[in-house]
């Protein structure tokens, strides 16, 4: 069975450029998760969802960040305009419903210059 | 405030050893624990899990005991061996309440040959 799959793994932008990564689920599972992750921290949850709806994107900054699920298969982080502190590793997960296993991509890493 | 901590940032264990990753969790409502591993340029895989009615838990080479009194939380590892090299980090959850699981900083461990 193929792992969570994200693309870019690596990218490095100049700040105030956007930037997007894309996440690919395992097969058959419901929910995803976009995490930011911070050099020697824990990864924190921007946003989750249940199929294509957003269920919690409380900690999603708004003015910045954005995401979308739209068959609710694929999932697609925005971040416009990029500043030099979103510089971070930008996970991704899925499972197969709420309070199941957590299955996490390789992420991808972001350098904001 | 919720929060769930670690003890040592940093653990050096001779190969074969056993090794013990301490965390402390503040939030005396949690009744999901986690343990996560984390190598170089991967996301966190899961490790074991206990939940809040259990105070110990066994899988291959790892043990997970939970003490709600001191809101404590272990990961034993037996006979480490290199491949154990990692930044290992506990995680805490409200289960039946919210999906979202809390992260602590993460301790790394190193195997010494």
């Known amino acids: 069975e193929a792992g969570v799959v994200q693309s870019p793994r690596y990218k490095i932008i100049e700040k105030k450029q956007p930037v997007a990564f894309w996440c690919n689920p395992i097969?058959?599972?419901?929910?995803l998760y976009w995490y930011l992750q911070n050099l020697g921290q824990g990864p924190e949850l921007l946003i989750r969802?249940?199929?294509?709806?957003?269920?919690?994107d409380s900690q999603l900054p708004k003015d910045r960040f954005s995401a979308e699920r739209l068959k609710g298969v694929d999932s697609t982080l925005k971040i416009q305009p990029a500043e030099l502190g979103d510089s971070a590793v930008y996970l991704c997960?899925?499972?197969?419903?709420?309070?199941?296993?957590?299955?996490f991509g390789p992420g991808t890493r972001l350098t904001v210059l | 405030g919720e929060s769930v901590g670690l003890h040592l940032p940093t653990l050096s264990v001779q190969e074969g050893d056993n090794s013990i990753i301490n965390c402390a969790y503040s939030?005396?409502?949690?009744?999901?624990f986690i343990w996560y591993k984390q190598e170089s340029g991967k996301g966190p895989q899961f490790i074991i899990d206990i939940r809040s009615n259990m105070d110990k838990r066994q899988g291959q080479r790892v043990t997970v005991l939970l003490n709600k009194t001191v809101k404590h939380l272990s990961l034993q590892i037996a006979a480490t061996q290199p491949g154990d090299s990692a930044v290992y980090f506990c995680a805490e959850n409200l289960m039946n309440r919210d999906d979202k699981i809390i992260f602590g900083k993460g301790t790394r461990l190193h195997i010494l040959p």
């Open positions: 097969s058959g599972h419901n929910t």
């Open positions: 939030n005396s409502a949690s009744d999901y």
């Open positions: 997960a899925s499972s197969r419903g709420a309070y199941n296993e957590q299955f």
């Open positions: 969802y249940e199929n294509e709806e957003a269920v919690d």
